[in-house]
């Protein structure tokens, strides 16, 4: 059972937080929306979940439409929001029977699910939740979304704030619960986590940029990219803005990242233009692009 969306919109008083959303999230599908806080992410999975009306479209969930099957999409769906909110008074065993006794269920009847995930905080069955490390919350959060076998999974921004060994740790999870036949919808600001979905949508101000692949997306770019460095990073970037011949300019770690707009362009054109601007230990060099470089692109 996956996802469809067909024209969501969702307004805030003045605000559109989304504008005519549509996709569709294939059956055992890790599916992420990607995009900036504000994106509308958050509004959409609300939706989804059947918290939130949205104003205009419809949507269904394993099947279910979210306005008028909510009780069986509620049943049917796990949701694991961005900020942890389990009870941080309870410790994590009271947690996890907790929420297995809202949907009429145990641990133990569902433990196969979650074992892998279970077994890395079991030494800490009996320490209260909010007595937790953040990759830890984040795996307690899991279990519970997870404790009464969902056929969908969302997950909101589930790694923010968490250190990156936790980080990788959680996406190997998510992988192997792909493997139980579980729909996953991912919502996350971090470029890098696009490349392990097997498809991402593009969100910025509550529109869909683009859908597809990260390879494919990635493919598209339209521009060749490069890395350019020199000792004053700041006037180096202040200096391509001013070039009359830039197309794109943003800082990429330890370089620039810029496009020209000419067809020919010539980089040893460039490097003369910056050493006229007393830019020195210049480096330029075409590099690959990535999601970031095309969400740049597309939200311009």
Aim: some cysteine.
């Amino acid at each position: 059972m996956g996802i469809t969306v067909r024209n969501i919109s969702k307004t805030y008083k003045n605000v559109k937080a989304l504008q005519d959303i549509s996709f569709a999230v294939k059956p055992a599908e890790i599916f992420g929306l990607i995009g900036p806080d504000g994106a509308g992410k958050t509004t959409l999975f609300r939706i989804l979940t059947t918290l939130l009306f949205a104003d205009e479209g419809k949507a269904t969930v394993a099947g279910y439409d979210v306005v008028t099957a909510y009780k069986d999409i509620r049943k049917s769906v796990g949701y694991m929001p961005g900020k942890f909110s389990l009870y941080h008074d309870l410790t994590v065993e009271e947690n996890l029977n907790f929420f297995a006794t809202i949907f009429g269920t145990t641990i133990e009847e569902n433990y196969e699910l979650i074992e892998d995930i279970y077994v890395q905080i079991a030494p800490f069955k009996n320490r209260r939740a909010g007595k937790l490390s953040g990759g830890m919350k984040q795996k307690l959060a899991l279990c519970c979304a997870l404790i009464h076998k969902p056929k969908v999974l969302f997950l909101d921004e589930p790694t923010t704030g968490v250190d990156p060994v936790s980080r990788k740790e959680f996406w190997e999870m998510l992988k192997r619960l792909q493997e139980k036949e579980i729909t996953i919808l991912v919502s996350t600001p971090y470029m890098d986590e696009a490349a392990l979905c097997d498809r991402i949508a593009l969100i910025q101000a509550g529109k869909i940029l683009q859908i597809d692949t990260p390879e494919a997306i990635v493919r598209h770019y339209p521009k060749q990219i490069y890395n350019v460095g020199a000792s004053n990073m700041y006037a180096l970037i202040n200096s391509l803005k001013a070039y009359e011949h830039k197309h794109s300019v943003y800082p990429f770690g330890e370089f620039v990242h810029y496009t020209d707009r000419r067809s020919n362009f010539n980089p040893e054109d460039l490097r003369r233009y910056l050493e006229s601007q007393d830019l020195r230990q210049l480096a330029i060099e075409a590099t690959a692009a990535t999601i970031e470089d095309t969400f740049m692109e597309l939200a311009k």
